[in-house]
């Protein structure tokens, strides 16, 4: 069984930056591979990135690559999610994932565990 709370959401305007961070319980936190996905107001859950369980591979999706960063500290069982050059798309709630698999899932089904979710509002 794994919990995990996310943190750091909150208001801002484009162009600012964000992190948020997700801690997990459990002593099995490196045995999952972690992802962050988002949910705006009338659309479906999408990936945001993942990263795999060493923290050695890391995916993103086309529209936050090279603005997001998504890193993982296996001895505090945190993962976080740097968020920067945000952009008023970028507004959704934003939820952390863990999968107990060797690969990182950019679908959502696969993932056994989920956070509660903290919304992100980027203001123009």
């Known amino acids: 069984q794994v919990q995990l709370v996310e943190s750091g959401g909150g208001l801002v305007q484009a162009g600012d930056s964000l992190r948020l961070s997700c801690a997990a319980s459990g002593r099995t936190f490196s045995s999952y591979t972690m992802g962050w996905f988002r949910q705006a107001p009338g659309k479906e859950r999408e990936f945001v990135a993942g990263i795999s369980r060493s923290g050695g591979l890391t995916y993103y999706a086309d529209s936050v690559k090279g603005r997001f960063t998504i890193s993982r500290n296996n001895a505090k069982n945190t993962v976080d999610l740097q968020m920067n050059s945000l952009k008023p798309e970028d507004t959704a709630v934003y939820y952390c994932?863990?999968?107990?698999?060797?690969?990182?899932?950019?679908?959502?089904?696969?993932?056994?565990?989920w956070g509660q979710g903290t919304q992100v509002t980027v203001s123009s």
């Open positions: 994932a863990a999968e107990y698999s060797v690969d990182v899932s950019r679908a959502s089904g696969p993932y056994d565990y």
